[in-house]
């Protein structure tokens, strides 16, 4: 291959990593302007807070952003080391990328499980709590939005620690059609009022 071939390679690769140097600025972006807008769903689940959509972003868009840097400035000035670090770490990358998608497919329902119970603990121990007020805005605001009540079904609410030895739900569980919703999740006799027969929020999440 000729000096005009390593060129174009070289020149491709460069304009390749910027362009995803480019993207994961935006992915960071994005993963800062969800952790300022909606913090409240990092705390959803307590003990994997780390996987929250903000979170992921924000890491992905890190680690993108200096794979891409290590290849763009390795292509063009033809450093040896930075060039084997940015092939080393695509594939590890890579590696880590099938590995996690290959046992999230096989472990699924266990997956799902632990979700599952992550969500009702939160809900358990953290709804009205002081100091989580960005955990008690996200679920009304998930309710509300996504027309559901509870993980499961409104029966996750009862007993809480916002309101022991109580079978209740919070309010924005009830029904649009009702126009008074101040303390209407405490009549919980009045089920055509709530969102029942509808699909959970873990479904529609």
């Not at 990328?97 to 969500?119: C, I, M, P, Q």
Request: proline letters at 1%; a positive charge.
């Amino acid at each position: 291959m000729g000096r005009s071939g390593y060129t174009c390679i070289r020149y491709t690769m460069c304009t390749s990593n910027v362009l995803v140097w480019l993207v994961a600025c935006g992915v960071l972006g994005i993963g800062v302007w969800l952790r300022l807008a909606y913090g409240g769903y990092a705390t959803m689940l307590p003990g994997y807070s780390a996987l929250s959509a903000d979170s992921l972003c924000i890491i992905a868009g890190m680690i993108t952003f200096f794979v891409a840097f290590f290849g763009c400035c390795g292509s063009w000035f033809q450093n040896r080391c930075l060039l084997i670090l940015y092939v080393t770490l695509v594939g590890t990358i890579f590696t880590m990328e099938v590995t996690a998608g290959t046992l999230a497919f096989v472990y699924r329902d266990d997956v799902k499980g632990t979700l599952k119970n992550e969500f009702k603990l939160g809900i358990k121990h953290n709804y009205r709590k002081t100091g989580q007020e960005g955990f008690t805005l996200a679920w009304d605001h998930i309710q509300t939005r996504l027309d559901c009540c509870g993980v499961s079904n409104k029966n996750d609410w009862y007993n809480i620690d916002a309101w022991t030895n109580q079978s209740r739900v919070p309010d924005s569980c009830c029904d649009e059609q009702v126009t008074n919703k101040t303390d209407c999740g405490i009549n919980v006799s009045a089920s055509y009022i709530y969102k029942i027969g509808r699909a959970s929020c873990r479904e529609r999440v």
